[in-house]
């Protein structure tokens, strides 16, 4: 019998004796949904989009305020931050995240792979508003550390 009570015809003290096994089911039950939940949610704390820099050795590190970050994707997509944005409303976009601060630098970061007119066509549009402390981002590790 399941919960270990003994003969059914026997009507004393051992049928209603506690079950000493521990029941792993309700745990297990936990854990795949904590495992799940971690699974669907990892990816999106990535933040940007995947580009493929090119290589520099000479690039040096800026101010460690935290940057605008402008993505120009290998098809032309620019995206501000980890937010896909069309091209007319990125300048607005940049000047609300930087208010009065026309210091803060705004880092371009262009795919190996993008259009050269893609990446100066950003670069163009924001000089032209103001926007002069611009960086462009490569990648500085070299093919082993990948």
Do not use: C, W
């Not at 971690?38 to 990816?43: I, L, Q, S």
């Not at 990535?46 to 690039?59: D, E, Q, W, Y």
């Not at 970061?109 to 549009?125: H, K």
């Amino acid at each position: 019998m399941a919960m270990g009570g003994g003969d059914l015809n026997d009507r004393g003290d051992g049928l209603y004796r506690p079950v000493s096994d521990i029941n792993v089911t309700p745990l297990v039950d936990v854990m795949l949904v904590l495992l799940i939940v971690f699974m669907v949610t990892a990816p999106l704390l990535a933040s940007g989009m995947k580009v493929n820099l090119p290589r520099a050795t000479s690039a040096q590190p800026l101010n460690p305020q935290e940057p605008i970050v402008v993505n120009v994707a290998k098809d032309g997509h620019v995206a501000l931050g980890a937010d896909e944005i069309a091209t007319e409303g990125l300048v607005d976009a940049i000047r609300e995240k930087i208010g009065d601060d026309t210091t803060r630098t705004i880092h371009i970061r262009g795919d190996r792979e993008a259009a050269y007119g893609s990446v100066v066509a950003v670069l163009d549009l924001l000089a032209s508003h103001g926007l002069s402390h611009i960086a462009i981002v490569a990648d500085t590790r070299s093919p082993e550390q990948k």
